[in-house]
């Protein structure tokens, strides 16, 4: 018997849409943090669409759950929904899935490297501490930003950014670590 109607309609789809290579790989949806990534899928398809969509996102997220995760099939499944964003979604998405897989904790790279971003420019910013306000002559003006004499000699300012650099590092790994762990 001929297969159903759809089937065959989706094949047809499927071998008229050029897709990108990296869906050629293989991707073992054991090992991917399913947790970071449902968060990921979140706010990247609340960017592209401009509001949450629960249908949407759900659609994506119970895909993910599946075994046998196909990108091509997920790309003609939201092609309705995304449209044109579709396969630059799809890309995207399946490009961090082969990237989380290969990491032990099951989160892409990228992340890791961009919380460690984070972390270390939220370590290392200096406190701004406004000017005074002085009165002079009956006037009010500003005062300087003026070093603050000290009675020792002058800290080492380049080894104090080191070790921020270095607790912003360990910050980003046990900040890594819990979210693998979770």
């Known amino acids: 018997p001929p297969p159903p109607p759809a089937t065959t309609a989706t094949a047809r789809r499927r071998c008229a849409t050029k897709f990108p290579k990296v869906f050629d790989e293989k991707c073992d949806m054991k090992k991917v943090n399913l947790d970071v990534m449902s968060k990921w899928v979140t706010e990247r398809l609340t960017e592209m669409l401009g509001f949450e969509d629960e249908i949407v996102i759900s659609l994506v997220i119970n895909s993910m759950s599946?075994?046998?995760?196909?990108?091509?099939?997920?790309?003609?499944?939201?092609?309705?929904?995304?449209?044109?964003?579709?396969?630059?979604?799809?890309?995207?998405?399946?490009?961090?899935?082969?990237?989380?897989?290969?990491?032990?904790?099951?989160?892409?790279?990228?992340?890791?490297?961009?919380?460690?971003?984070?972390?270390?420019?939220?370590?290392?910013?200096?406190?701004?501490?406004?000017?005074?306000?002085?009165?002079?002559?009956?006037?009010?003006?500003?005062?300087?930003?003026?070093?603050?004499p000290s009675s020792g000699p002058a800290p080492d300012i380049g080894a104090s950014v080191e070790q921020a650099k270095a607790k912003a590092a360990a910050a980003a790994a046990a900040a890594a670590a819990a979210a693998a762990s979770q």
Do not use: C, R
Not at 90 to 104: D, F, G, H, M, S
Not at 115 to 126: D, E, G, H, N, T
């Open 66 to 148: 599946d075994k046998g995760l196909n990108p091509k099939q997920l790309q003609i499944d939201i092609t309705g929904f995304l449209e044109k964003q579709a396969p630059v979604f799809i890309e995207e998405l399946w490009t961090l899935l082969v990237e989380a897989q290969k990491n032990k904790h099951g989160i892409p790279q990228a992340f890791l490297e961009q919380k460690k971003k984070q972390l270390q420019s939220a370590s290392v910013q200096p406190a701004v501490v406004p000017p005074k306000e002085i009165k002079y002559l009956g006037a009010t003006t500003m005062a300087p930003l003026m070093p603050i």
